[in-house]
């Protein structure tokens, strides 16, 4: 090769877009850890200064995303708090069916990867949900933020789960396949729902009636968010917040209740309820909702910051 091929070449990979935990984990980098290659569930694990693990998991949203900048779900959230993070991808949508994935993690379990830590978090939204609730049991006593989770996808035990065909025809006799099984071995799991999203509070009751959950399964109840709990917390700016105080504390209901209040102005919330009320035909009760909407946005000063959204 000659000199003008080489210097070529440097050109192109210098142009490469470069992962941001390259800086961490990468041949300089600043912390230790490992990516475990794979092409359904690729694992980054980063090893931080302070005595907590995080554990999470993708959801549906960025499956086909095969970008080399691609980070695993809350990997900017986990560097910022100097947590260790062990991030599962996911490049299918496969609720993490996968005897290759489930052998892995319960190999790491036996050589204790998950001890030492002073707090284990696992989290995740929908079917990374359920795998930070499945998963969680690896690690006895690990707390787990469930944001709009699904218990199972085993028709045998959820016939009237209609969503997610293709996560409805895994192989569901594979371990770690009911996270209702799980909930007992926890230490919390705080699930966030919509009490009016059937389907989600189907799943919410299966996992509140388990053997084992009284005391340890914590309904936070995100009323008219619909399936997307985890975005609209942080479009009223209590994601963050909920999430540390479940890392370095203890996450209670009034808390978490008092942060929820920011929804009252958030556009979003107040189409969902009028929603609510015009499909059963109450549209003087949807106007009343937006209404009172507009007038507290009024009152705050932010009326005029919210038109046209």
Known sequence: MSEEED???????????????????????????????????????????????????????????????????????????????????????????????IETMRKMAGEGFFEGYERC???GSSMGAFGALTFGRLAPGAHVLAFNPQSTLNEALVPWETRYQVGRRQDWSLPLGDAAEAVAELGRAYVFYDPYFDLDQFHTDRLMAAEGAGGTVVPMKCWFSNHKSAVFLR???????????????????????????????????????????????????????????????????????????
């Not at 694990?45 to 809350?74: C, E, H, Q, Y």
């Not at 504390?249 to 609510?276: I, K, M, N």
């Open 7 to 101: 210097v070529s070449e440097a050109e192109t990979v210098g142009q490469i877009e470069k992962p941001m935990w390259f800086d961490e984990i990468g041949p300089c980098g600043s912390a230790s850890g490992f990516l475990h290659s794979d092409p359904r569930h690729p694992m980054l694990f980063v090893k931080r200064r302070r005595p907590i693990l995080m554990v999470t998991f993708d959801n549906l949203s960025n499956v086909n995303d095969r970008s080399p900048g691609r980070l695993p779900w809350a990997y900017k959230f986990a560097r910022d708090n100097q947590v260790s993070h062990l991030g599962v991808y996911a490049h299918l949508p496969n609720w993490y069916r996968d005897a290759g994935l």
């Open 121 to 123: 978090i696992f989290t």
């Open 235 to 309: 479009k009223i700016e209590a994601l963050k917040p909920i999430m540390t105080e479940a890392l370095f504390g203890d996450l209670t209901q009034q808390r978490f209740y008092e942060l929820y209040r920011e929804r009252r102005r958030l556009p979003w919330y107040r189409g969902s309820l009028a929603h609510y009320f015009e499909k059963d035909g109450r549209t003087a009760m949807a106007e009343r909702a937006t209404v009172a909407f507009r007038q507290n946005l009024r009152k705050h000063g932010r009326l005029g910051g919210n038109r046209g959204v």
